[in-house]
């Protein structure tokens, strides 16, 4: 019950601190309120993600996106972290990892344990060390969250594919309506030192839609799921972009 009440205490600090201010900012006073208790709703979520099931939604998402990869495909996952995804992969499966944090050898040992050769490289999403057209699958999970520059690393999950590649991608996304938006807003600075430079407020549906429509011109799914509340995080953009093949042509009706 403890747990479940600082749980609920993000929302909460929001509805306590009243809506911003009409230029879309907080006052101190209301900054204070939502920050000192949404903390302990933050750390709460973390705390109980298997209680609330938060890791079922995501293994659910996970295991729908990763079912699209072949062994034979060569695949890139851009901030591939402590390997999460290698539970998901196919036996077979040969991996270029790329995260500036991640432990090699813990990776290589977690995909052998999955029958997942996984290997990592040096380098960033935003500048990714691979030829043009060298993979035929980029996999990121919860990654345009904590880049330096989403586009530019969109921009180049692009360069690296090879026609008739695909981008499989799942992110959370800024909540649509208060008051976990209000929550999320309060929150944000202390989520991007608690994890990593993760960013709460990111309107990555947005941008994923508008590169969809510029770059990945090939059959493509695309879906926002909203799922109960864990914390601070409700909504996830979920889906595969693909560039189009040489001679294709496809337009979005949407």
């Not at 006073?29 to 109980?48: H, P």
């Not at 799942?170 to 960013?199: F, I, K, N, T, Y």
């Amino acid at each position: 019950a403890l747990r479940l009440l600082l749980l609920l205490a993000a929302p909460l600090a929001a509805a306590l601190a009243r809506p911003p201010r009409g230029d879309g900012t907080f006052t101190r006073r209301q900054a204070a309120v939502a920050g000192v208790l949404g903390a302990y709703g933050l750390l709460a979520g973390k705390a109980t993600r298997d209680v609330f099931a938060d890791k079922d939604v995501e293994a659910q998402l996970r295991r729908e996106l990763l079912s699209q990869v072949a062994p034979a495909d060569r695949v890139l996952e851009v901030g591939i972290g402590d390997g999460e995804n290698t539970a998901f992969y196919p036996r077979g499966a040969r991996v270029v990892g790329l995260d500036p944090r991640a432990d090699a050898a813990a990776l290589s040992r977690a995909g052998r344990a999955r029958g997942v050769e996984v290997v990592l490289a040096e380098g960033e999403g935003e500048r990714i060390p691979l030829a043009d057209g060298a993979v035929d699958v980029v996999v990121g999970t919860l990654l345009l969250c904590s880049v330096r520059d989403p586009e530019a690393c969109v921009r180049e999950v692009h360069r690296v594919l090879a026609p008739g590649g695909r981008y499989i991608f799942m992110e959370h996304v800024a909540a649509p309506s208060p008051p976990l938006a209000w929550s999320q807003r309060a929150l944000d600075p202390l989520q991007q030192a608690l994890a990593h430079g993760c960013h709460l407020t990111r309107q990555n549906d947005v941008l994923l839609a508008r590169l969809r429509d510029e770059l990945f011109t090939g059959p493509s799914t695309f879906r926002v799921v909203d799922t109960p509340s864990r914390g601070v995080i409700s909504h996830r953009v979920v889906g595969c972009l693909r560039r189009a093949p040489p001679g294709a042509t496809f337009s979005w009706s949407t």
